[in-house]
């Protein structure tokens, strides 16, 4: 189940499975930890349009082990980046919906050159006015990764994040208050807003030994402002 301060799906975002909220969800990114160290929440507010630059995503619903990272109570999220791309590409998407929504994503490989390396990224801007009064989001987003491969081994280095000014909306209403208006916001000063930015840089390295052996190395840091 998702749902969002704004009403809108954009900005402030949240994922519950079985009745378990973002906090006791394990998310990794590439099989780095996602979730807050102090909350253990994810916000996704900071990886707008990260779908866009997303191979493969997968669930786990229940209780489970977790490697790293916080302890998996009501599921586990396992999120793959994008996959090196054996040709080249270029593609502009722009879509637009109600409450002034839109959202603008530049992505581009240069495909393997020299049957070795690749380099591919994206550029990401999405902005709403939201459901609720004031609750505007402006959300711009990166992805960048940079790959080398051989028949046994592979080493990508990808950074990607976020910069978020986002109208705060997340107190709720009374029983009065929504028959009165559902869509009011007791916030109302006109700069009551969260500013942040997030990046995140994490360089892998698999190696293949042989048939029945291989290694795996992973490194990363994160760094959050605002």
């Known amino acids: 189940v ?41 916000f996704w507010v900071n990886l707008s349009d990260f779908a866009s630059s997303t191979e493969n995503l997968q669930l786990q619903r229940g209780v489970g082990t977790s490697t790293n990272g916080s302890g998996a ?62 609750a505007f989001a402006d959300l711009k987003s990166y992805y960048l990764q940079g790959s080398y491969t051989d028949e046994n081994t592979l080493i990508k280095a990808v950074t990607f994040g976020g910069k978020e000014k986002t109208y705060q909306a997340w107190y709720g209403l009374t029983a009065s208050e929504l028959e009165e208006d559902r869509k009011q916001n007791p916030y109302t000063y006109d700069n009551e807003t969260d500013n942040y930015e997030q990046n995140h840089y994490q360089l892998h390295w698999n190696e293949r030994l042989n048939d029945q052996w291989s290694t795996n190395l992973a490194v990363n840091y994160t760094k959050g402002a605002g």
């Open 2 to 42: 998702s749902s969002s301060d704004a009403g809108a799906g954009v900005g402030y975002t949240y994922m519950s499975v079985h009745g378990s909220n973002g906090e006791r969800i394990n998310v990794t990114v590439n099989g780095i930890p996602y979730n807050d160290p102090e909350s253990h929440g994810t």
């Open 73 to 134: 109570f009501g599921a586990s999220l396992n999120i793959l980046t994008d996959a090196v791309s054996e040709e080249a590409f270029a593609e502009i998407s722009n879509s637009f919906g109600s409450f002034n929504t839109r959202k603008h994503t530049v992505k581009f490989s240069t495909g393997k050159i020299n049957e070795h390396i690749e380099i591919a990224g994206r550029l990401s801007n999405i902005y709403s006015d939201g459901y609720v009064d004031r």
